[in-house]
């Protein structure tokens, strides 16, 4: 009787052994067996999966070092080893896998290794998890946090050009005329005529100033309009010249006007002004008394390149490198005194990225500076036909 129990308790008692490798291969999850220096020996299918490979053969004969075809960055592979020799195991360390099609996929992975009797690693078992979207979630969120810590940097420094560049121009209108109201009778006409002139030039400085400021805003809120159309260089170029002509007069500058006639270019007319109006009036406060501007243009295969070139105080490597930053405070007194913002040349750089151009400068300190602007043909910036 005894002895049936037993036999009994032998046959039914007794757990039929599991086959656990084809439980790994349907498992959710991906799964690899790797020697230390990379060797696949096995893979499931979701591993198979996730890599976008068709059969485990492909898979393993493809592949002969595990870190040359998988990881992104080497340093990770070198990195998960390192804790796996020190720890034994890790848990969801994440990582870029390479796919087959050479797309990036992230991952997560938890590993343990196997030893020998002499304690060395004989085999690394991994665990993988997709984690792409998750990822993919997280970079999106991190951009999007990042451009509003850029939109925060740029407000903060709109604040400050209010709050600094205006009160002084607008506290020296104030001056000025305070004591034109005070001792009008004590001056004589040649005093009043340069006290006359310094208003003048405050008002346009703060004019310039908010129109700057106006137009920047504008651009930043979304709400300026873009309509490019077929313009004449020359036409816009004299458009702002006549604003500024006080300015030539005033420190009796030398111009050298070589723009072919008739040249067109393919822009919006309100940001190209801002622009010309920008880079023109740049030159004219940096150039020396009874120093040149030049002011030139030329067309290759449709595309336009305006360029104005002073032969004063030009800049340093420091604010050459910085001068489109609105973080970095790049305005510098001119040669008459004359203060900016340092908004202008920000503005017109995000102006010309609308146009799918760009502006560039050239510039060595006390050899002047030039800075171009680059408009291409009609065709890249709208489904229209080339300009003839």
């Known amino acids: ?74 340093e990770d592979k070198n990195k998960l080893h ?27 992975i ?9 304690e060395n690693i004989v085999l690394i078992l991994a665990f993988v998890t997709d984690i792409t979207e998750r990822k993919t979630t997280e970079m999106e969120i991190k951009r999007t946090s990042d451009q509003l810590q850029q939109v925060l940097a740029e407000k903060d420094k709109f604040f400050s050009i ?16 305070n004591l034109l109201s005070v001792n009008y009778n004590n001056f004589s006409s040649d005093e009043l005529q340069k006290i006359l002139v310094s208003i003048h030039s405050s008002v346009q400085r703060l004019f310039a100033l908010l129109e700057n400021l ?15 159309r077929e313009l004449e260089v020359d036409n816009q170029i004299n458009r702002a010249l006549v604003l500024l002509r006080n300015l030539v007069d005033q420190k009796k500058i030398s111009m050298q006007y070589m723009v072919p006639p008739g040249l067109k270019v393919f822009a919006d007319e309100q940001m190209i002004n801002s622009v010309l109006r920008n880079l023109l009036s740049n030159a004219f406060k940096f150039c020396n008394f009874g120093g040149n501007v ?3 243009a030329t067309q290759e295969c449709g595309d336009v390149t305006i360029s104005v070139q002073d032969d004063g105080v030009g800049m340093d490597h420091k604010t050459k490198s910085k001068i489109f930053s609105i973080d970095f405070k790049t305005s510098q007194f001119g040669t008459k005194g004359e203060k900016g913002s340092g908004l202008g040349l920000i503005l017109c750089k995000e102006f ?20 171009s602007i680059f408009f291409p043909r009609e065709c890249k910036v709208s489904s229209c036909a080339p300009l003839s």
């Open 1 to 74: 009787m005894t002895e049936k129990l037993i036999s009994k308790q032998r046959r039914f008692g007794r757990i039929q052994s599991f086959d656990y490798f084809e439980i790994i291969e349907h498992a959710p999850f991906g799964f690899y067996a790797s020697t230390l220096d990379g060797q696949i020996l096995s893979v499931n299918s979701e591993f198979i999966k996730i890599l976008r490979y068709d059969l485990n053969g492909e898979l393993t004969s493809s592949i002969s070092t595990f870190a040359e075809q998988f990881y992104i960055n080497k």
């Open 82 to 108: 390192g804790i796996l020799e020190i720890n034994d195991s890790v848990s969801n360390y994440e990582c870029s896998f390479r796919r087959k099609d050479d797309a990036i996929t992230w991952v997560s």
């Open 110 to 118: 938890s590993a343990r290794v196997v030893r020998d009797i002499k």
């Open 162 to 177: 209010i709050a600094h560049d205006l009160r002084s121009p607008i506290s020296g209108l104030l001056g000025l005329t």
């Open 214 to 228: 106006l137009e920047w805003a504008s651009m930043q809120r979304g709400m300026a309009i873009f309509k490019p």
């Open 294 to 296: 030049t002011v030139s």
């Open 352 to 371: 010309m990225e609308k146009h799918g151009g760009r502006i560039w400068v050239e510039s060595q300190l006390n050899s002047g500076c030039k800075i």
